[in-house]
């Protein structure tokens, strides 16, 4: 997904790989390669100084027959329909995996959103929400936060939708702040998510945690949870993390004798992940160039910065004793990187399999807007371990059974529930 690659070619290209594998009818197939609506819109916003500038905005719902779509809303410079096309795509095949009743669905604007003032970027999310208003809701799409977007932009999002509607409607959006119809646990939900298919890879390989050590890149919210739950649950050592420092404009690895202290490096990084580089080396950490991550000696590697980190360059510089690799982040490893960890024997945790407890607990945020009844955390985080252990354990059986590779029994699962959806509703029948 970096440089060049179309990510929505990439999606489809996938795709097909499996559909071919699973002999799914042609016809059928057509449905699920390309998304069901997608929305191209432009809207209008009044800069503070009195200008009126126009942004480009978008949304596509690919499939719905599990449920209402789900799926955030990026604001990024290099926003374009086939990126949002196939996220979209992906989100259809990260909800059935989880096996939660929702489909996929992906948005955005084309804008940085650092160039924007306050003032600015709430006229943009409004505009975003009087532009789509009538194709969103709890019942038919869902939006989220993603690259760009925050919590305090939900909030606003969900204030205009329930204007235009007529009433209070926090099940709209999921991602809100806490106190503004969020969830307990979300915070947490994507990292300790990780965390727990790890847990359960660790036991179908007999791999002992408290003897384990892992490599994680990034230290922003899903590697800042990986980071503690790895450590506070399995009983590891985090060899290191790593970070984008965004005063040098450069990333840089960090790492300790005995492993990192994540609940302390908790305490010296900034919203956007960077880490206090001087605070941390008066605190003993070795400070290294960003790319040092993936050679440090552990059996896990925990990618869970961005896309194309483990690539046909970078694979062989992985630890010999890694003996699983858990995508954190999407698209973290090439087909290239695919190839590797066959040959080797490497277990891999695909990505939305691993990182589908961000979503699982955007769903249970929905849940509870829909009942005005709030659970406490324990309660999100046990049902969240349930979900991700029996979508774990989903995989890993029918990977067993097809003797296939992990990512591809990810898609077969994914798939099959979609397709037995789409059948259970009379859409390929030719009746509907
Ligand atoms: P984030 O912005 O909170 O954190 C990203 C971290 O990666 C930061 O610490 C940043 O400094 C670091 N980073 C960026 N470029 C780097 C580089 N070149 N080298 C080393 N570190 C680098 O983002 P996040 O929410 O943690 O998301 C990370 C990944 O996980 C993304 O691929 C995202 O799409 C995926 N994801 C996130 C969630 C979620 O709930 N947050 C859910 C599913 C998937």
Request: aromatic content about 10%.
């Amino acid at each position: 997904m970096s440089g060049q690659i179309n990510a929505f070619e990439m999606a489809q290209k996938q795709f097909d790989g499996v559909a071919k594998q699973l002999k799914l009818d042609p016809g059928v197939a057509e449905v699920l390669r390309w998304p069901m609506r997608e929305f191209s819109f432009r809207i209008p916003v009044r800069l503070d100084d009195g200008s009126l500038r126009v942004f480009q905005g978008f949304r596509v719902q690919h499939n719905d027959a599990r449920g209402p779509n789900k799926g955030g809303i990026r604001f990024a410079a290099n926003e374009t329909m086939d990126t949002v096309r196939a996220l979209a795509t992906w989100m259809t095949w990260k909800c059935a995996v989880a096996d939660i009743p929702l489909g996929g669905g992906k948005g955005g604007i084309i804008v940085d959103p650092s160039t924007l003032t306050v003032n600015e970027k709430e006229e943009m999310c409004r505009g975003w929400v009087r532009a789509m208003w009538k194709n969103i809701g709890p019942r038919n799409d869902v939006p989220a936060p993603d690259i760009g977007t925050t919590p305090q932009m939900m909030g606003w999002m969900m204030d205009e939708y329930s204007r235009l509607v007529g009433q209070y409607t926090p099940g709209v959006f999921t991602g809100k702040p806490l106190g503004g119809g969020g969830s307990l646990g979300r915070t947490e939900a994507t990292g300790y998510g990780v965390i727990y298919t790890v847990r359960e890879a660790m036991k179908h390989l007999n791999i002992d945690g408290k003897n384990s050590v892992a490599a994680i890149q990034g230290f922003g919210n899903v590697s800042q949870y990986a980071a503690a739950g790895f450590v506070e649950m399995l009983g590891g050592q985090v060899a290191c993390v790593s970070c984008w420092d965004r005063h040098e404009k450069k990333a840089f690895t960090y790492s300790k004798k005995g492993g990192v202290d994540p609940r302390f490096l908790l305490t010296i990084v900034d919203e956007y992940g960077t880490i206090d580089k001087a605070k941390a080396q008066d605190a003993g950490y070795t400070v290294e160039d960003g790319d040092a991550w993936i050679t440090k000696e552990a059996n896990v590697l925990i990618p869970a910065a961005m896309e194309g980190q483990v690539t046909a360059d970078t694979v062989n510089k992985m630890s010999k004793n890694i003996k699983i690799v858990a995508e954190g982040a999407n698209g973290p490893c090439t087909p290239e990187a695919d190839e590797y960890f066959k040959k080797n024997n490497i277990f891999n945790i695909p990505d939305f399999l691993c990182n589908a407890g961000g979503v699982t607990t955007s769903y249970f945020e929905q849940v509870q807007n829909d009942m005005n009844f709030y659970w406490s955390k324990d309660e999100v985080l046990g049902r969240l371990d349930e979900k991700m252990t029996s979508a774990f354990n989903s995989v890993v059986d029918r990977s067993e059974k097809e003797k296939v590779y992990m990512r591809d029994a990810a898609y077969m699962v994914a798939i099959d529930r979609v397709v037995q959806a789409m059948h259970l509703r009379g859409w390929l029948t030719g009746n509907s």
